[in-house]
């Protein structure tokens, strides 16, 4: 009769390992808590950590903080001057990656999790996740709404560029994003500081006459000046991007989210079965297997 509850446990077990967000939060509020960016927003969602990380790493490339050197492994280059419109988790993302030795900087981006995780749920407080969810969805497709209408190349990138971390909250974000750019796509300014193998010259021919070429994207010229990459090699770009993170910066996603649901939303603690007392039949026995904390278990003696 039983069988089934061990094998029922362990999957919800499992699935609570991913789940980094207080319990708390759950405890529906009123109202829309509006003002929360792309990045809290995939916190508030609990979006793929790796996912999120590469959020921050597009933010902080965007507002000029930083610069990918190299992608395998991936290493930053820092700004002289950090930029003061920087969120507290980009400030402590560029730290992380200030730290060279993969461990070390495995634990720094924990804690800044850790840390943002907290944030998110403070900002919560009193309000409703429900609805704030909804709302930060229709945000999103919003943002792919004016990536994806009729528009000339350019203004189809520009849309791109303005709605990037909105569009990656999308579960469907990598398919979506190989099915939208299909054609040339005009990379926006930062670009090459996210992606070292772009380059923003066009091919120069040799003294033999011919043209050099590489094995990596080249910008294509266009008639007003703008640079542009085959839509293929941009998405895989993009797309890349997060399976970098997963793969070099964090390791196993599964076991780095572990560690900060340990912290953040932690296992109940175990309670041990008891012996209820009997009644004038002689007493019987009852344990109660509960698949989440706070789980009421009834038991009645027999005789009755």
């Given at each position: 009769m039983f069988v089934g509850m061990p094998i029922i446990s362990a999957v919800q077990t499992q699935r609570r390992k991913l789940k980094y967000l207080p319990p708390k939060i759950s405890i529906e509020g009123h109202g829309i808590k509006r003002g929360l960016t792309a990045v809290e927003a995939a916190i508030l969602m609990e979006q793929p950590l790796d996912k999120v990380m590469t959020m921050m790493l597009f933010g902080v490339i965007k507002k000029g903080a930083a610069q990918v050197v190299t992608r395998d492994p991936l290493e930053l280059s820092f700004a002289k001057e950090q930029p003061p419109e920087l969120h507290q988790y980009e400030r402590d993302f560029l730290k992380a990656f200030g730290e060279t030795k993969a461990p070390a900087r495995r634990d720094l981006l924990q804690g800044m999790t850790i840390t943002l995780v907290r944030s998110v749920s403070d900002k919560m407080k009193g309000f409703s996740r429900k609805e704030s969810v909804e709302y930060y969805k229709a945000i999103m497709e919003k943002a792919w709404t004016q990536v994806e209408a009729d528009g000339t190349p350019e203004v189809k990138s520009q849309k791109f560029d303005e709605n990037l971390e909105w569009t990656m909250l999308d579960k469907d974000y990598d398919d979506r994003t190989r099915r939208t750019f299909t054609g040339p796509v005009y990379v926006p300014m930062w670009w090459g500081g996210y992606d070292p193998t772009y380059s923003s010259r066009p091919s120069t021919p040799s003294s033999s006459g011919k043209s050099l070429t590489s094995a990596r994207p080249v910008s294509v010229p266009t008639s007003g000046g703008s640079r542009a990459l085959p839509g293929a090699d941009f998405a895989a770009s993009v797309v890349g991007g997060v399976q970098n993170f997963s793969s070099k910066v964090v390791g196993n996603v599964s076991d780095f989210t572990r560690r900060v649901t340990g912290v953040t939303n932690p296992p109940p603690k175990p309670t041990s079965s008891g012996r209820s007392g009997g009644s004038s039949s002689g007493g019987h026995s009852c344990a109660?297997?509960?698949?989440?904390?706070?789980?009421?278990?009834?038991?009645?003696?027999?005789?009755r």
């Open positions: 109660c297997a509960c698949a989440c904390a706070g789980c009421a278990c009834a038991c009645a003696g027999g005789g």
